[in-house]
């Protein structure tokens, strides 16, 4: 079985799921912003436009799940987890109005994990 580059702990699924049933189908975005600007945002599909500056990580929730093309050289040696922590975030994201925000954990892949990856995509 090939290593997850990206997760969702159980309470970010739980947000995740609610926010399908209010808005639809959903993507995330890890932008390489600062403040705010760096915690992964989370669109309806398709409102956010993607191209050959996003790498594609994989799905969370059944959700596409991108990040910046610089971003990801930074963090490609390591698996993101999506989690939820309380306070409103400075962002369009949708969870805002929720009083909570979408926040990054992530660990170094083992050396076992690090030879089995799932593969990445360039957005389209």
């Not at 990206?6 to 209010?22: F, G, H, T």
């Not at 912003?33 to 915690?39: F, I, K, M, P, V």
């Not at 309806?44 to 790498?55: A, Q, S, T, V, W």
């Not at 910046?68 to 369009?92: C, I, M, N």
Request: with cysteine; net charge negative; charged share 30%.
């Amino acid at each position: 079985m090939k290593t997850k580059r990206v997760l969702v702990s159980e309470k970010a699924a739980e947000v995740i799921r609610e926010l399908k049933e209010k808005h639809g189908e959903l993507m995330f975005h890890q932008s390489g912003g600062c403040c705010d600007g760096s915690s992964p945002m989370c669109f309806p599909k398709g409102e956010l436009m993607i191209d050959d500056n996003d790498i594609w990580l994989g799905t969370v929730e059944g959700c596409e799940f991108y990040i910046s093309k610089d971003q990801f050289e930074y963090w490609k040696h390591t698996q993101l987890t999506v989690d939820v922590t309380p306070g409103r975030g400075a962002s369009f994201s949708l969870e805002i109005p929720m009083g909570i925000r979408f926040i990054i954990k992530s660990r170094l892949y083992s050396p076992e994990e690090a030879e089995n990856l799932e593969p990445v995509r360039v957005g389209e």
